[in-house]
């Protein structure tokens, strides 16, 4: 494996996201053909240990295609092998394989990272919450179980699976195991896993350390079990647990709905409301802005981004006092109907089907057409506020910039 040199002008604009997502995490980029090494990843090919030579012939290949959905040209498959009757599981890594020993559960076989070779140890500082990857795994026994982990540790050269249980060493794991998803060798069937990160280690977070193999069992497992891997992607949280206004909690609050519609009587919080806002992690940061829109009416934005800056999510509590609520259901009730983007400056993406009002929130009628799908409305002659936006039974608040 070989790491690309990078443009000094290049490498400053990626410095900003290289500790938050590997590099090359959908297996496009590759050292040579098709059985070479996925650029910043190592395999057998690449090992050290005295029984290196043995196995350097190469369990993986590069397949052109992928996941669902993808947007990329190519994906990694790692194999099981048999050499001189033993078998070797599959093994891609973002470290070094150590291949120190023919008994396949020797603790003389590991994954490491190797700080002293920049190809063979992946810097990392982001605490990600969660690791998405894509895989089709097929084994010849239903019961064999693949695994995919994600290590975080220290200023170490840490061994893998040996000092898993060493808490001084790591920061954090995310570990997972599967089934297969196809009985056929010949046919791919994707899943995308999820695996949340625990950490309950005591070192600071420097490296990442990825293992991938056909069998979370050293040399368990049928020779040619195979596991197809695409894209990874680590996840950062930028989500709220929780919103006070004036000391209280809000009704029917949900980590994932976004807008709120709140009536109050004291008018006092229409211009300085005392809003807590309580995020899902602790390295998430959170902004609070209040505007106020007219005599009745102010406006909370609550922006809350993730530790990778890259992430972020916006609540949005609209406060009204002295006006009833005119027929406001629930947000969560409100699917029939959609508009893009809310808060809107001059147009607004409307799907629905039927006639779509929008008013004033005293219910008086101020623009209406008729939509079946998706129409572009042109609200630039609103002046800034919030309006109701209706479909026969369904509604929609909407915020005018």
Avoid at 6 to 19: K, S, V
Avoid at 31 to 56: I, K, M, Q, R, V
Avoid at 137 to 153: T, V
Wanted: net charge negative; aromatic share 8%; charged share 15%.
């Amino acid at each position: 494996m070989k790491r690309i040199v990078i443009l000094c002008l290049a490498l400053t604009a990626l410095m900003a996201n290289a500790q938050y997502q590997l590099p090359n995490p959908g297996f496009e980029q590759w050292d040579g053909g098709n059985t070479s090494e996925p650029t910043h990843w190592n395999s057998f090919a690449t090992s050290d240990g005295s029984y290196a030579s043995l196995a350097s012939s190469p369990h993986h290949y590069r397949r052109n295609g992928g996941r669902p959905g993808t947007d990329g040209s190519h994906f990694l498959t790692i194999y099981t092998k048999s050499i001189m009757g033993i078998k070797a599981n599959g093994n891609m890594t973002t470290g070094r394989i150590h291949a120190g020993a023919m008994i396949a559960s020797s603790s003389e076989n590991y994954n490491y990272t190797q700080r002293s070779n920049a190809n063979h140890c992946q810097p990392f500082s982001g605490t990600p919450d969660s690791m998405y990857v894509w895989v089709s795994y097929y084994a010849a026994n239903g019961n064999s179980k693949a695994q995919i982990s994600a290590i975080l540790h220290g200023d170490n050269d840490f061994r893998s699976p040996n000092q898993e249980n060493d808490a001084s060493l790591f920061c954090g794991k995310a570990t997972t195991t599967f089934n297969r998803t196809t009985s056929s060798d010949n046919t791919y069937q994707w899943r995308k896993l999820k695996l949340p990160f625990v950490y309950n280690g005591n070192s600071a977070a420097r490296y990442m350390l990825i293992n991938m193999t056909t069998n979370a069992t050293p040399g368990g497992g049928d020779s040619n079990d195979s596991l197809s891997i695409d894209d990874i992607e680590f996840v950062y949280s930028s989500w709220l647990t929780g919103i006070t206004l004036g000391g209280q909690p809000i009704d029917n609050f949900q980590k994932g709905q976004l807008d709120y519609l709140l009536h109050i009587d004291d008018t006092s919080l229409l211009n300085n409301a005392e809003v807590e806002a309580v995020a899902e992690v602790d390295d998430a940061t959170v902004a609070i802005d209040q505007q106020r829109v007219d005599d009745t009416t102010s406006i909370i934005f609550i922006n809350v981004t993730a530790e990778d800056n890259v992430t972020r999510h916006t609540y949005t509590l609209t406060i009204t006092s002295g006006v009833p609520s005119v027929g406001l259901p629930d947000v969560a009730e409100q699917s029939s109907l959609s508009v893009y983007p809310n808060p809107a400056l001059s147009n607004i993406t409307v799907t629905a089907d039927g006639k779509v009002s929008i008013m004033s929130l005293d219910g008086r009628i101020l623009l209406q057409s008729d939509v079946k799908g998706t129409a572009i409305l042109d609200v630039s002659s609103l002046p800034a506020g919030l309006y109701l936006l209706r479909c026969g039974n369904s509604v929609r608040r909407l915020i005018k910039h």
